[in-house]
């Protein structure tokens, strides 16, 4: 039994993180409701339910309450260029300028994206060829750093290796100390 704010409860404890083998963990915020997050992850509300056995009404969910957002398994579309799976906290904007290319052109590649307020994590979208490679970048992909990025974790992004991103950047002294804004 718990008590929050007053009201009695009989499951385990709200606050104790869920299971979520499958999927990542999301921490109920004031306002939200199980539809508005099955919403914002492109999920459907049977599914975040069937993923929290732990909350026993579905009406009844809390701020600090960590529930489990299942992960959404969407087709990888056919792209002209490179793919990206959107990351917690990306916008379609962010996304543009990191890869060097326009709004316009990233959602002319991705005409499934009806809203582009609306991308969920784990989503695969398209990234449009660049039609010049960069000065110095034999690839012709920039990146840009983002507040968090590792270089394992930008090498998991763009499905590479971190020795990839050293050897095309040999600028990188020492690999624990990129910078945000940095472009590789």
């Known amino acids: 039994m718990y008590v929050k704010d007053g009201i009695e409860g009989t499951s385990h404890s709200p606050l104790v993180p869920p299971f979520c083998p499958q999927g990542q963990l999301y921490t109920v915020v004031a306002g939200d409701t ?15 339910i069937a993923a929290n056995p732990q909350i026993t009404d579905p009406d009844l969910i809390f701020p600090g309450q960590v529930i489990c957002v299942p992960l959404v398994t969407t087709p990888v579309p056919h792209c002209p260029g490179a793919t990206y799976t959107v990351m917690q906290g990306d916008t379609l904007f962010q996304i543009a300028q990191r890869f060097g290319v326009t709004l316009e052109a990233l959602l002319a590649v991705n005409p499934q994206i009806t809203n582009p307020d609306l991308i969920f994590p784990g989503q695969v ?19 840009m750093v983002a507040p968090g990025d590792t270089l394992f974790g930008i090498a998991q992004r763009l499905g590479v290796t971190v020795e990839e991103i050293l050897f095309l950047n040999p600028q990188i002294i020492d690999p624990n100390q990129i910078q945000v804004g940095e472009l590789l």
């Not at 508005?36 to 599914?47: D, H």
């Open 34 to 48: 199980l539809f508005f997050i099955a919403q914002r992850f492109g999920v459907s509300l049977s599914a975040l």
């Open 125 to 143: 979208i398209c990234l449009p060829p660049t039609t010049e490679p960069p000065a110095g970048c034999p690839t012709g992909l920039t990146y």
